[in-house]
Structure formats: structure tokens, C-alpha cells
Nanobody, 121 residues
Framework: QVQLVESGGGLVQPGGSLRLSCAAS????????MGWYREPPGKQRELVAT???????NYADSVKGRFTISRDNAKNTVYLQMNNLKPEDTALYYC???????????????WGQGTQVTVSS
């Protein structure tokens, strides 16, 4: 059984910063891509940022220059540093990992339970 547990969400004023963390635990042999997605109120889930095992990153245009994704492969943990937050960043943020639980098993998508980020004055 695999779990992804997020932390670090909360309420912040415009221009402020937050750091999200997501730790994967359980039966994990290998993790390919890890990333963050978000669901703004009344909208569909959208990509925020992803990072491969080797460190290659990809960002949504709306967060480039403000958000930084990183990961600690030894800890199976991914982080999202969010700076200069805007009200439009308000959303439920989900951690994602594409991982393999054992030898010969297919890589599967796993999701965290979500952590709320609210940007408001």
C-alpha cells in the first residue's frame, strides 16, 4: 500500500509565500515523475509543476518565475516553494507520483488527499 501525504497549505496574503511538502511511503521500488496539480474553486484540476528523477522540471506558464519544484529522492519527497502568491493561486493542491511498487510491476499514478491554499487579504 502506498500513501502520499501533503502538508504546508494554509491562508496567506497576496505577495506571501508557502512551501508545500509531499512524502510518499509504503511499498515503493521506484518513482518516475512527481508533481503538483491544483483545483481552483469551480474549475478542473490543472498542472502546476512536475519533476523527473534526474531533476528535469516543467511548470505551468501561470507559475513560472514564482514557484519552484524540488525533490529528495532518498526521502521520496517532493516540495513546492510558492512565492509572490496571488489570489488566483487559491486552490486545492494535490501531490502526484508515478511509481512502481515492485519488480515487474507497472508504474501507476498515485495521488495525495490534497491541501488547501488560500491567498486573500
Amino acid at each position: 500500500q502506498v500513501q502520499l501525504v501533503e502538508s504546508g497549505g494554509g491562508l496567506v496574503q497576496p505577495g506571501g509565500s508557502l512551501r508545500l511538502s509531499c512524502a510518499a511511503s509504503g511499498s515503493i521500488l521506484s518513482i518516475n515523475v512527481m508533481g503538483w496539480y491544483r483545483e481552483p474553486p469551480g474549475k478542473q484540476r490543472e498542472l502546476v509543476a512536475t519533476i523527473l528523477t534526474g531533476g528535469s522540471t516543467n511548470y505551468a506558464d501561470s507559475v513560472k518565475g514564482r514557484f519552484t519544484i524540488s525533490r529528495d529522492n532518498a526521502k521520496n519527497t517532493v516540495y513546492l516553494q510558492m512565492n509572490n502568491l496571488k489570489p488566483e493561486d487559491t486552490a486545492l493542491y494535490y501531490c502526484h507520483a508515478e511509481l512502481q511498487s515492485g519488480f515487474g510491476m507497472a508504474y501507476r499514478d498515485r495521488w495525495g488527499q490534497g491541501t488547501q491554499v488560500t491567498v486573500s487579504s
